[in-house]
């Protein structure tokens, strides 16, 4: 259902009717009539003031959303949520914290949420997209290849969870293509350990390092370009491990 993941800048007034009634839709509970219960006010029933009032905050988080102030859309969405938590607009709120945490790059807090939301809603036709966004935020929550890659693994958990849940959406396709790019990453700070550790002679570790990434990404290295620098220092490993350990110098001997 593409309205839910249009651009903060596309919410209008107009439309956050016809947005909550996708959103909410799979959430509203059986044997309800749904065009009583998102528009009785249209209709001639009376809405009342807390729904006015949660409306109002939809209204004006949206509307920050589009103006690319996500820290005061943030606040109306929390507002929303901790003071109207059984109104209609709730569940918007629970999407749209992990959306401006998103947009204004607090990606671990945005995963949380996404998280959040899949947890209250996993029956939610938006979930698929809120896992695909846990993985993003964890990709985009990488910091540099030394770092332990927790981040990474992470989104990698998040990516297969989209795939092998959702495997006709269209966010599967989108989670195979990340996929690809955390395997990369992955390589890239297995190559550097691997090189750091062939740097300082400690011949068995990087081979190990270096061996483990052919064999498991044999596509990421060749993207990658690592195939020429990974056998040439696996050959060199190979005859120095082959020579047996090496006798300290006579430095070490005598004690410096």
Request: with cysteine; aromatic share 14%.
């Amino acid at each position: 259902m593409q309205l839910f993941f249009i651009a903060p800048g596309r919410f209008s007034r107009f439309l956050i009717g016809t947005v909550l009634v996708g959103l909410l839709a799979t959430s509203a509970g059986c044997g309800t009539n749904l065009v009583d219960y998102y528009f009785g006010g249209l209709f001639g029933k009376r809405s009342s003031t807390i729904d006015k009032n949660a409306e109002q905050l939809a209204i004006d988080g949206a509307q920050k959303m589009r103006e690319k102030k996500y820290k005061d859309a943030l606040k109306a969405f929390q507002k929303l949520k901790e003071q109207y938590p059984y109104s209609k607009y709730a569940i918007l709120a629970d999407l749209k914290i992990g959306d401006a945490n998103f947009y204004d790059r607090n990606y671990s807090d945005a995963a949380i949420a996404y998280e959040e939301f899949a947890r209250l809603h996993p029956r939610n036709e938006v979930v698929p997209y809120v896992m695909y966004q846990v993985g993003m935020s964890h990709f985009l929550g990488f910091s540099t290849i030394d770092r332990d890659p927790a981040e990474t693994q992470a989104a990698i958990e998040a990516f297969r969870r989209v795939i092998q849940a959702y495997p006709d959406s269209q966010y599967s396709l989108k989670a195979k293509k990340q996929l690809f790019e955390c395997e990369k990453r992955l390589v890239a700070h297995e190559f550097y350990v691997g090189e750091f550790y062939f740097k300082r002679e400690q011949y068995q570790s990087a081979k190990d390092r270096l061996e483990r990434i052919s064999k498991a990404y044999p596509e990421s290295v060749r993207e990658l370009g690592y195939e020429e620098s990974i056998k040439k220092m696996i050959e060199v490993s190979d005859k120095k491990l082959a020579q047996g350990p090496r006798k300290p110098s006579i430095w070490k001997r005598v004690g410096f």
